[in-house]
């Protein structure tokens, strides 16, 4: 298997430590807002990255952290905490606010069928340990001490930019260009482990006694001290946005080959951005996309994991309404064709599902493997070779078609009543009572897929 590594920028062999088992920790959310598909697409590709490593036989064990304390509106220790930003605003306490977006993410990442990780780590879960490789790191020397904060001192640590590549020069030109909050800081780009409750942080809500004082953890050490705790001072893969390369994995590193003198990770995954219709998600475009909004709007969630495998993970995605209608198209005709399959073979084809494997673990190229599968749909094989290639395919695709397969025949004549009825409510305007008739029609087991001039009533098996 191949895996594009961030730190050596080319696409490595992956060879893990501790074969056959993997060690992958994944950035999770910061919980102060609605997941969007902007993040989805990041939670698919490492669904899809786990499944992978799963199917040729690595045994993964896969770390996702849950910000709920420390993460400023600026990465690079300017503004406010996103949790109690947010938490004022709603009127909530901050535990509250965490609990309802975590919860919002949870749903979210069912609705497109990824798998929960093996451990969910909560920051406010973990400040012992947070604090300890703090005290690590002053022992050794990479810190300072200001009224507002502990800060890491990154002239400490040589070849800081060792991720990013930036120059350090760059660097502290751009951090000098967010708000200067602490004087007492010696360099733009330190940045802190810990924050003191006084200041501007005098009324912060979340806070812990320390050996070093009152407080609270800056963002970047939490992701170091919970890796490193279920996945050990060294391991396999690390995920993340690209956004996080330049400030805060580079932290990452810094932090956690300072305080244990080993390299912390070997493969750095980065997944590329998700635009709408070429422009850049934000709140005042109104593109800020749900997952559970496009389902209000008819779509499947599964057609967005779907639209999410066309684009490779590492180039930028560009979401259109017309990208998401094909992409339920071509799913709808997967599972239609599934739902001809009579029966189901013992094994997959040999040579089909080597070619899939084989195009996701170049560095998974998912356009690829999706066209291998339809091209195995459109070969010569038996049916029941296919159904079991298929359903092997799924396995990694995630895209549930068996479950999802349907039967197009045999619909009674009191059911199809029932759908030209809703037909005609419709032609009259009349949603309410036709959306009444579709839930009827769906608890008894039958799907409705309304096309321009037909709707097409299926059933599940
Ligand atoms: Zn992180």
């Known amino acids: 298997m191949k895996l594009y590594n961030t730190l050596s920028r080319s696409i490595e062999e992956f060879e893990p430590l501790d074969p056959p088992n993997v060690g992958l920790y994944a950035c999770g959310p910061t919980v102060y807002d609605y ?3 902007g993040h989805l697409r990041k939670y698919i590709n490492d669904d899809l990255l786990v499944r992978t490593l799963a199917a040729n036989r690595y045994k993964v064990r896969h ?3 849950i910000t709920d304390v420390g993460h400023l509106t600026s990465d690079a220790d300017a503004g406010e905490d996103k949790l109690e930003k947010g938490a004022a605003k709603l009127g909530k306490s901050v535990l509250e606010v965490a609990k ?3 919860d ?3 749903k979210s990442l069912a609705l497109v069928n990824v798998e929960k990780p093996d451990v969910t780590a909560r920051a406010t879960e973990h400040i012992d340990d947070q604090i300890a490789l703090i005290e690590t790191l002053i022992d050794k020397g990479y810190t300072y001490k200001t009224r507002q904060a502990i800060y890491f001192d990154i002239s400490k640590f040589p070849n800081y930019t ?20 602490d004087a007492r800081k010696r360099n733009p780009a330190d940045f802190a482990l810990w924050f003191f409750t006084v200041d501007r942080f005098a009324n912060h809500t979340l806070r812990w006694k320390s050996p070093f004082g009152e407080g609270f953890p800056g963002w970047h050490i939490e992701c170091s001290a919970m890796s490193m705790k279920y996945l050990g001072l060294s391991f396999d893969i690390h995920t993340g946005g690209t956004d996080h390369i330049p400030v805060h994995h580079t932290n990452e590193i810094a ?4 305080a244990t003198g080993a390299p912390f990770v070997k493969y750095w995954v980065h997944h590329a951005f998700l635009t709408v219709e070429d422009e850049k998600m934000a709140k005042s475009k109104g593109n800020f996309y749900r997952i559970s909004e496009l389902v209000e709007k008819g779509y ?6 779907y639209l999410t495998f066309q684009t490779h993970y590492r180039s930028e995605m560009n979401f259109t309404f017309e990208s998401l209608a094909g992409a339920k198209l071509a799913l709808n005709r997967l599972y239609e064709r599934a739902s001809y399959f009579k029966e189901v073979h013992k094994h997959a084809d040999i040579e089909f599902e080597r070619d899939f494997l084989d195009s996701l673990s170049q560095d998974l190229n998912t356009p690829r493997a999706l066209s291998i599968m339809w091209g195995m749909l459109g070969s010569n094989l038996s049916d029941s070779v296919k159904a079991s290639t298929l359903y092997k395919m799924d ?3 995630g895209l549930k078609i068996k479950e999802n397969a349907v039967l197009l025949h045999d619909i009674p004549e009191s059911v199809m009543k029932l759908v030209h009825d809703r037909e005609e409510l419709r032609k009259q305007k009349q949603f309410t009572r036709a959306d009444h008739l579709r839930s009827k029609l769906e608890k008894m087991g039958y799907i409705l897929d309304d096309e321009k001039d037909r709707t097409r009533v299926l059933r599940k098996i």
């Open 35 to 37: 997941t969007h598909i």
């Open 255 to 258: 932090q956690s080959e300072a």
């Open 395 to 397: 396995e990694v695709l």
């Open 100 to 102: 309802y977006f975590e």
């Open 162 to 181: 060792k991720l990013s590549r930036q120059k350090l020069s760059e660097k502290m030109a751009g951090a000098r260009g967010d708000v200067v909050v």
């Open 104 to 106: 919002d993410f949870w």
């Open 63 to 65: 770390v996702m952290n």
């Open 300 to 305: 499947n969630p599964l057609a967005f994991r």
